[in-house]
Every structure is written in C-alpha cells, then in structure tokens.
C-alpha cells in the first residue's frame, strides 16, 4: 500500500503535463506597501535556481488576495493577541516585552535575519529562542512551547512589523557550520519515498502534486495562516510535515537539526521580502 503511494507521487512529479507556472502577479499590502516576491537568486543558491519566488506565487486568486489585505488575514487576529501579550507583566521580574523594548515597531527588522549566530550563547537562533531567553532570563518566566500558541502568535506579530523588508540572513562567519548542516540535510533523501526537500522544491516547483502547486519552499511567508487547519502554523512543523509525507522519521519543533535547516531555507530566500503572517491552503 505504502509503496503503491511512492510510485504513483513519483509518477506524478515526474508527469510534465502537470506542470503550472507561478502567477504573474503582484503582492501589494494594504494597497500600499509592494513586496518583493521574485527575484535573482543569492549567490550561493545559483547553481540550483536563477530566481527565487514566494510561495505567494504558487496560491490561488483567493487565497493570494486575502494575505494582500490585513482585514482579510485571518492570521492579524493572532497577531493582535500577541500585541496585547506583548503589553503584560509576567515572571518573577515583574516584567513585559514592553518594559524593556517599548513599542513592537522598535523590533521592525529583525526578524528579516533570524536565524542569527548569538556571541553570548554560541549558537544560532530561532526568533523563537531568543524571545524564550528573553522569558526565561529576564523576565524570571516560563519558556513558551515552539510553534504553539503565544510562541506562534508573537513570532507572527513580530514578523508582521517587518513585512516589506528584504530577508537578509546571514551564513558566514560561526553561522557557517549550523548553515552546512541545514544544507546537508536539504539534500539528504528521506523515507520510503527517498525524496529530499529538493527533490520537491528545487527540481519540481510548479508541478502538481495531488492537488498542490508546488512552490520552491521558502519561509519567507511564515508563519503561515492555513486555511486547512485555521491556524498558524511555524516553519518547524511545517519542515515536519513535509518529510512525514515521505513517511520519514522526523526531527522535533526546535531541534538543533530544524534550527540549522530553517537557517539553510531562510537563506535560499534572501532578498525576499519577509510578508509573514502569510496564507496558504
Ligand atoms: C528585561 C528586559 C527584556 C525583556 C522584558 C524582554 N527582552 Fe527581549 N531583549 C532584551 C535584550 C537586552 C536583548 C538583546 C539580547 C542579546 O542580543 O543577546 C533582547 C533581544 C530580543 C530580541 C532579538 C533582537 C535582535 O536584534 O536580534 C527579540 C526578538 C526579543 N528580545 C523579543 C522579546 C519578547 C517577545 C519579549 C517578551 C516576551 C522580550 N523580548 C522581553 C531585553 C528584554
Ligand atoms: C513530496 C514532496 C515534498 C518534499 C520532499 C518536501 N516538501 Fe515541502 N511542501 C510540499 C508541498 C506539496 C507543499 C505545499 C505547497 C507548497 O507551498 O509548495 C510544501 C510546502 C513547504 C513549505 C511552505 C512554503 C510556503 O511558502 O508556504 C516549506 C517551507 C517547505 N515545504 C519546506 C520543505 C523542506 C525544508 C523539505 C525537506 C525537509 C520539504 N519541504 C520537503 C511538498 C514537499
């Protein structure tokens, strides 16, 4: 049965008649902000692709024209309850994000280059880790689940203040191994199916797998607000998922082999413009 499955995907990703090119279209936020959701790819992805594009491109009419407009993202209900935590007192310190780096907008940026290498720490970091050092360190407060609710919510309204700018993360320097890691493991085939991510990603965007277009798998967009599970939804469980579909063992939410891929990913997407809280079916 299993097999069965693995021969009729194979036959699918290899069937060009499948095949479907991103729209022509443009991302304008709120009838106001353009992104950038194609462009010349980074150096070092550029033996594998001339031009990087958003999983925007890859979307239907509806679904491209909801994430366009912030009164028709479901995922700004979750970012407005990050923005009211982002004002609360929790931990023994007496504290709130607010206390120390006043309004959300002072953040605008950063999370166009996260993963980033912290000194202090010696490791590279998730947004995610890094507001849970934050909790846990200064605030005198518990560590949020990865991916989950406030986790989830505060990366989204984090993300949303610095939509529009380019992702710029950086690979050089003590990032290196963590990023030769996740590109390692980019490449590595997974499963039963023995597919790597760019098997999909790289060598078969555009095509159709069962009933989805298939994108070049950027987390540019995250998170992402799907409309499959009406929630937000983190890079790391959507990595998941993914090789799960090639019936792999997999890594867990916020493991050292998931921080280093979403270092690797993110920076197959330099250049792109971050437009996280996204949708996607
Ligand atoms: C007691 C002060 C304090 C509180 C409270 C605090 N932070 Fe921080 N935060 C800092 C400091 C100091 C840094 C810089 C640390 C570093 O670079 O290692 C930082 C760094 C960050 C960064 C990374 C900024 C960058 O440029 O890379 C993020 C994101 C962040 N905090 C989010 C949060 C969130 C979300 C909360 C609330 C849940 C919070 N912080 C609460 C002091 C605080
Ligand atoms: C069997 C094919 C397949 C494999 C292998 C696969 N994916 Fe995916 N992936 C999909 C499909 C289908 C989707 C949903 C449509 C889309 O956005 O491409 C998706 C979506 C994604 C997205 C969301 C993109 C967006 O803009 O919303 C990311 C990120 C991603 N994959 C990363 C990976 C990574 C990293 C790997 C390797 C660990 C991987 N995928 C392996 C099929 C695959």
Not at 62 to 76: H, I, K, L, S, Y
Not at 241 to 267: K, N, W
Request: charged share 25%.
């Amino acid at each position: 049965m299993r097999k069965l499955t693995g021969a009729i995907l194979a036959t699918i990703l290899a069937t060009p008649f499948a095949s479907a090119d991103p729209v022509d279209d443009t991302l304008i936020l709120n009838e106001e902000t353009e992104l950038v959701t194609r462009t010349t790819a980074p150096a070092h992805v550029s033996d594998a692709l001339d031009e990087v594009m958003s999983g925007w491109l890859f979307r239907g009419t509806e679904t491209r024209a909801m994430q366009a407009d912030d009164f028709d993202n479901p995922g700004m209900i979750f970012v407005e309850q990050a923005q009211e935590m982002w004002e609360t007192a929790e931990g023994s310190e007496g504290k709130s994000c607010s206390s120390c780096h006043n309004d959300m907008e002072s953040l605008a940026g950063v999370k166009a280059t996260y993963p980033k290498w912290n000194e202090a720490a010696g490791e590279v970091r998730t947004l995610q880790m890094q507001m849970n050092d934050c909790r846990t360190n200064r605030m005198g407060s518990d560590a949020w689940k990865y991916d989950k609710g406030p986790a989830i919510n505060m990366e989204a309204a984090l993300s949303s203040v610095s939509r529009g700018l380019p992702v710029n993360v950086a690979i050089d320097g003590p990032a290196q191994s963590a990023w030769e890691l996740g590109k390692e493991l980019y490449y590595t085939r997974n499963g039963q199916l023995e597919l790597s991510c760019a098997n999909c990603h790289e060598e078969n965007y555009g095509n159709m797998i069962r009933a989805d277009h298939l994108s070049q798998g950027h987390v540019n967009g995250f998170p992402v607000y799907r409309l499959k599970n009406t929630k937000l939804n983190g890079v790391h469980s959507r990595f998941k998922g993914c090789i799960r579909d090639t019936r792999a063992e997999t890594y867990s939410q916020g493991s050292p082999e998931f921080v280093a891929l979403e270092l690797y990913v993110a920076s197959r997407g330099n250049g792109l413009s971050v437009e996280g809280p996204s949708v996607r079916n």
